[in-house]
């Protein structure tokens, strides 16, 4: 993926994040029927998108749908760890390891969204790193 490309993709997905979930939901339908009626451009190879790439856009789409059906799952699974692969909870469990390992032994190395559905749909990590003053003499 080329800078320009996640420069773009960047772009999108703050603006989508901000509209209301129907309006991001239309907008998500339109791109991917653009990307059904507009062929690839053929290049040096740079366009292409490895494996890795495409596993990465399946998890940040399984997230979107996560996201939108956040109220519904939140319900059902409060507090308990799901997967999601097709836009589907394929298990959940209170023991995320545990869950992982059925999920990989029954789907195998298949990109699978895992999370803990919680009050809040999108998990926020707090980090504290060292600060550095450095005084003038």
Do not use: C
């Amino acid at each position: 993926m080329t800078a320009m490309t996640q420069d773009i993709e960047q772009e999108l997905l703050q603006t989508v994040r901000r509209l209301p979930a129907a309006r991001a939901e239309e907008v998500l339908d339109f791109a991917q029927f653009l990307a059904t009626r507009i062929p690839a451009p053929a290049g040096n190879g740079d366009e292409a998108q490895n494996d890795w790439d495409r596993q990465a856009a399946q998890i940040d789409r399984e997230q979107r749908i996560y996201e939108r059906r956040h109220s519904e799952l939140l319900a059902q699974y409060h507090g308990r760890y799901i997967a999601m692969l097709g836009g589907k909870v394929v298990d959940h469990d209170m023991d995320r390891l545990a869950l992982r390992r059925r999920i990989r032994k029954q789907h195998g190395n298949t990109p699978v969204f895992f999370t803990l559905v919680e009050d809040d749909p999108i998990q926020t990590f707090w980090m504290r790193s060292p600060q550095i003053e450095i005084g003038v003499a």
